[in-house]
């Protein structure tokens, strides 16, 4: 994982898609930063992302949804933009 810019941008209060000037307390965003700053991989692949073949995050997810009650998942699959096009973007199946 790459979180260190993520993290670093976060303690400056940048944001990097949350923590502008009406998201509320910034303690409450610092607290959250150092959370997330103190993870370990393990624990962030356990609980912060998903990252496997197709067929690993099909039963992965399906096991979050089912624990959870979920009838849907929202999945950002380039977060800050940080994989390139031909990298990050399948060919539609349409």
Known sequence: ??????IEALRRGAGMGFGFGDSGDPRRRDAQTERLASLTYEQILRTKVAFSTAAALRERLTGIRDE???????????????LSKSRGCAPSAS
């Open 68 to 82: 959870l009650g979920l009838d849907g998942i929202v999945a950002e699959l380039n977060p800050g933009g940080m």
């Open 1 to 6: 994982m790459h979180f260190g810019p993520f």
